[in-house]
């Protein structure tokens, strides 16, 4: 990891993979972190969150997961934030103080979504609590409210955050919401906070309005190409910027049309790569050799503008 370096451009949300048996794989982790590197240019990652079935997890794989991708990690990535976040707050807490223990460069928090907080100050009760217990790492808010359904504002919650939790540096902004999201950076320009942006086929329209990087689970097999269209956007050439979105949605619309999640998206992976990523944890299923074919040709058929 590389401390002090401001967390911005690509965070590829990592997939956890699994033996057939449905055990977590650490053996292929260490090609999985060269691949990321030497083959999609992303050096920044984003460990045990939705793509990295993180709360389908137990603590104590999510410990080893952690502690493997900090490790094979170590002088190759720029950043490993490592998501804490959980439905119990002395568990989210246990996972905050590993994290901290282990080297994390970063730590990241879900809100909790059983139990809700239903406003501002309920939310940030429970963000200081964890991020309290890792008190030298910085803290990102991830903030996804189609799976959590907390609607919690984040240009609302970000107002005087600093003050409650010192180590607060960014958040993962997973919504659609790029009117709150542009007040986020409107309003917090002075702050230096990192905006990350989740929703990778609308990724474009997050730079526009000043988002400074993305989280997203694209970027494990479409990061090289991803990484371009940021730089055509630094140029800028909005119109191969433009190019690079469209093909990504391309491509996305039509998974999405098959039923596409974190079990595609871990055979995606799989044959992109050549890693075997493994099946997803029960509830989820295997993803259909029929969606595998599909995607394949899909991927295989598009033409990006670097060839």
Not at 184 to 197: D, G, H, P, V
């Amino acid at each position: 990891m590389t401390p002090g370096k401001k967390l911005e451009g690509l965070v590829a949300a990592t997939i956890t993979p699994m033996t057939p048996d449905g055990q977590i794989n650490l053996s292929v982790i260490h090609q999985y972190v060269d691949y990321l590197v030497s083959e999609q240019n992303v050096k920044n990652i984003f460990v045990n969150g939705t793509t990295g079935e993180g709360l389908s997890l137990s603590i104590q794989e999510r410990k080893q997961l952690a502690e493997e991708w900090v490790c094979q990690g170590k002088d190759k990535l720029d950043h490993v934030i490592i998501h804490v976040g959980a439905l119990s707050l002395p568990e989210s807490q246990d996972l905050a103080r590993h994290a901290a223990a282990i080297g994390a460069s970063g730590i990241a928090v879900i809100a909790p979504f059983f139990f809700k907080p239903t406003n501002k100050d309920e939310l940030i009760a429970f963000l200081q609590k964890v991020a309290s217990e890792a008190p030298a790492v910085p803290f990102y808010y991830y903030h996804i409210p189609p799976l959590t359904g907390v609607k919690i504002r984040v240009a609302e919650l970000l107002d005087g955050i600093r003050e409650q939790i010192p180590t607060f540096q960014g958040v993962k902004f997973s919504d659609t919401d790029l009117l709150d999201l542009a007040q986020c950076i409107n309003k917090n320009e002075r702050e230096q906070f990192a905006f990350l942006y989740g929703v990778d086929e609308q990724l474009l329209g997050a730079l526009a309005v000043g988002a400074n990087g993305a989280v997203g689970s694209t970027y494990n097999y479409l990061g090289r190409k991803t990484n371009l269209m940021l730089q055509a956007f630094a140029k800028p050439d909005l119109a191969l910027a433009q190019k690079y979105q469209f093909l990504t949605g391309e491509f996305l619309n039509f998974v999405i049309k098959l039923g596409f999640g974190v079990a595609q998206t871990k055979a995606v992976m799989t044959f992109v790569s050549g890693i075997p990523m493994g099946p997803p944890r029960l509830p989820l299923v295997n993803a259909s050799e029929e969606f595998i074919a599909k995607a394949k040709a899909k991927l295989d058929s598009i033409v990006w503008p670097d060839g």
